[in-house]
């Protein structure tokens, strides 16, 4: 067997493991997609008020008023915001996931689902501390007198969220620069 067949041999391996671990994760991407805004639809309903009020609005006591339908209602719809912009970049994800699993490695497609989804990832980042800061205020509004608090809080996940996102940005940039070198120098072949 020559050393071209066997080169051939081993990319198309690759290929198949590249196009079966991509639909892999463009499930993945679906799946916890719908288990994040399950889980955080199930915490805003069942976590008792003292919980909520400790870890959302920097409250552990002189609260005595029950949190409401209304009021559960309007934190998890805050809440949604920083995860509708992670779920928009998972499904961004998937659709990449979806290209590479149909051969579709190195196109404009791919390239601009990789750069959505690290965009998604950067701005559910930056607004994580905001919705954080909108529920702190909503959960301590109807409180005794003194507890009402406003908490801003970046963290590390914050950073780590923008790092990730700047560096899949940049790969995704890197990788539309390859696509334009490579057909200019198709044109000149």
């Not at 009021?71 to 949604?80: G, N, T």
Request: with cysteine; charged share 10%.
């Amino acid at each position: 067997m020559s050393t071209e067949v066997l080169s051939d041999n081993v990319r198309a391996l690759r290929l198949a493991r590249i196009r079966r671990l991509s639909r892999i994760l463009a499930m993945a991407c679906t799946a916890t997609s719908i288990l994040l805004t399950v889980a955080l639809l199930v915490y805003w309903t069942v976590t008792p008020t003292p919980a909520l009020l400790s870890a959302q609005a920097g409250v552990s006591h002189g609260y005595t008023i029950e949190l409401g339908f209304t009021i559960r209602v309007l934190a998890f719809l805050i809440s949604m915001v920083p995860l509708g912009a992670l779920i928009y970049g998972l499904m961004q994800a998937r659709h990449c996931f979806a290209a590479f699993a149909a051969g579709r490695i190195f196109s404009a497609e791919s390239a601009g689902r990789l750069r959505n989804f690290a965009m998604a990832i950067i701005a559910s980042a930056l607004l994580k501390p905001l919705a954080g800061a909108a529920l702190s205020v909503l959960l301590s509004w109807h409180g005794s007198p003194g507890t009402k608090s406003l908490v801003f809080n970046i963290g590390s996940d914050t950073v780590l969220g923008l790092i990730f996102g700047g560096t899949v940005a940049l790969i995704a940039w890197v990788m539309r620069e390859a696509m334009t070198i490579a057909d200019e120098n198709a044109q000149f072949v």
